[in-house]
């Protein structure tokens, strides 16, 4: 079946270290997205990619970062300079770029927890 | 700048009822809506996509209208299940492309 899949599940960070989030997707989507999430609030725009080889910060993208080398990969790096990374990560894909009126398929999510 | 609130943020019904969650927003100058569905720890899926030249959609059990001019849209639930308890979001797509996100409204139906 095709999908988007994310690991790790659960992840935990300790104080200076960077950790990476895997998202691969099956769908043969164009675009690929990492959302944050937080209780009470709406999911926010970390980072996106409309192509391989490209990629463009959202609204939050301070103490992140991406790469998209492969079509089917779009992982991120939570680093030691997001002071507060503690929240559910979710990737999404759609078939074209944001320009598109397809809807966006979304992982199970990655929650990430400092220690 | 584009906001999407969703009232109430959570709301509780017995099994049978229909019902209607809210979503408003304040540009009305929007591509599309989409509406979306939450299991806890999980990701989201995708319920109902409303395009702005359009007035509703509808899949099984669930229609969405949408409203430019008065900056919203609802949800409607037919004939409410227990499984059909989770969190509903809505997200419009605005000028700069982007989609905006509600914060959600948790859904609760009794059996």
């Known amino acids: 079946d095709g999908g988007i899949t994310q690991s790790p599940k659960y992840l935990f960070r300790k104080e200076g270290q960077n950790v990476t989030l895997s998202c691969e997707q099956n769908l043969n989507h164009d675009a690929m997205y990492w959302y944050r999430q937080d209780p009470g609030q709406g999911l926010r725009l970390i980072y996106y990619?409309?192509?391989?080889?490209?990629?463009q910060k959202g609204d939050i993208a301070e103490g992140y970062s991406v790469s998209r080398e492969k079509k089917e990969s779009f992982p991120l790096t939570v680093t030691s300079a997001q002071k507060n990374p503690t929240a559910f990560y979710l990737c999404?894909?759609?078939?074209?770029?944001?320009?598109?009126?397809?809807?966006?398929?979304f992982g199970d999510g990655t929650r990430l927890s400092i220690l | 700048k584009q906001e999407v609130t969703q009232i109430p943020a959570a709301l509780s019904v017995p099994e049978g009822e229909n019902l209607v969650l809210n979503c408003s927003f304040t540009d009305s100058a929007i591509y599309n809506l989409q509406w979306f569905r939450q299991d806890p720890g999980k990701g989201l899926t995708s319920l109902l996509l409303i395009q702005s030249s359009q007035r509703e959609q509808t899949s099984g059990r669930l229609n969405a209208s949408l409203d430019k001019s008065s900056g919203r849209s609802t949800l409607y639930i037919a004939a409410s299940q227990p499984g059909d308890s989770a969190t509903y979001l809505c997200?419009?797509?605005?000028?700069?492309?982007?989609?905006?996100w509600g914060a959600g409204t948790k859904l609760i139906i009794k059996p």
């Open positions: 997200a419009v797509k605005g000028s700069n492309y982007q989609l905006i």
């Open positions: 999404a894909s759609s078939i074209t770029s944001l320009q598109g009126g397809q809807p966006q398929h």
């Open positions: 990619s409309q192509i391989v080889n490209d990629f």
